[in-house]
């Protein structure tokens, strides 16, 4: 029996783009809260930290800004592929599914939603770190 090929071109932006949304959402998530003599460091994202929030001290520690650290958003958006491509295998394994997977996944309604979604987290962490006083955006660095 022949196997078909899953993963097209679709199904990999829509496993990228549900990647990227776990991985987005994880900066909602604080890790750890490390304090330094010079100040304070918070970091969120799993499961690396991509997002980090400084304070400097003596208090009132105030906030000197919110860094994004790009690629560690980029290979936890790769782990979390890989997951997703680890899942797509395992889940069409049984005879029948594959095709029902890949229609599901190659929808164009899925990826118009993917993208949706990963422009709001996007945005929702702007705004959280802009609206909350977590002090200046350094978007590169």
């Known amino acids: 029996m022949e196997r078909k090929n899953i993963l097209g071109l679709r199904t990999l932006l829509a496993l990228f783009g549900l990647a990227s949304i776990i991985a987005l959402a994880t900066g909602f998530l604080p890790l750890t809260d490390t304090p330094s003599p010079?100040?304070?460091?918070?970091?969120?994202?799993?499961?690396?930290?991509?997002?980090?929030?400084?304070?400097?001290?003596?208090p009132p520690c105030l906030q000197t800004g919110t860094n994004y650290a790009w690629p560690f958003f980029a290979l936890d958006v790769v782990i979390y592929a890989i997951i997703g491509y680890g899942l797509v295998q395992v889940l069409s394994k049984k005879p029948g599914r594959e095709l029902l997977l890949k229609k599901q996944l190659e929808s164009g309604k899925i990826v118009i939603f993917l993208l949706t979604m990963n422009i709001i987290l996007f945005t929702g962490n702007l705004a959280y770190d802009f609206l909350f006083g977590w002090g200046p955006i350094h978007l590169f660095g």
């Open 38 to 58: 010079g100040g304070e460091w918070q970091a969120f994202g799993l499961p690396f930290p991509w997002k980090g929030y400084t304070r400097g001290c003596p």
